[in-house]
Nanobody
Framework: QVEFVESGGGSVQPGGSLKLSCVVT??????TGWYRQAPGKEREYVAS???????DYSEAVKGRFTISRGGTRNTIYLSMTNLTPEDTGVYYC?????WGKGILVTVAS
């Protein structure tokens, strides 16, 4: 049975930082990562990492966000710095074609 446990979301001021975590069980971890969906917009790709730790980022977050894996390599992290209001949204963890329920990140003054 596939299970995702996402944590670390919340509210932060512009310029602040947050670190999201996602513990995944019951699914192949070859390709994992994060998408996000802002209010009124379509879900968009954020970043991904493979089991060989090859990383990829969208242009919108490159240089500000860092994806990594830890623990027994079934935990996916997203370290987010220099956050802007445009980063506000629900962040979804994925592993292969399975998805978490999402976690809210709000960036506002």
């Amino acid at each position: 049975q596939v299970e995702f446990v996402e944590s670390g979301g919340g509210s932060v001021q512009p310029g602040g930082s947050l670190k999201l975590s996602c513990v995944v069980t019951g699914v192949n971890m070859y390709a994992t990562g994060w998408y996000r969906q802002a209010p009124g917009k379509e879900r968009e790709y954020v970043a991904s990492i493979t089991d060989t730790t090859w990383e990829d980022y969208s242009e919108a977050v490159k240089g500000r966000f860092t994806i990594s894996r830890g623990g027994t390599r079934n935990t996916i992290y997203l370290s987010m710095t220099n956050l802007t209001p445009e980063d506000t949204g629900v962040y979804y963890c994925f592993a292969m074609d399975s998805w978490g329920k999402g976690i809210l990140v709000t960036v506002a003054s």
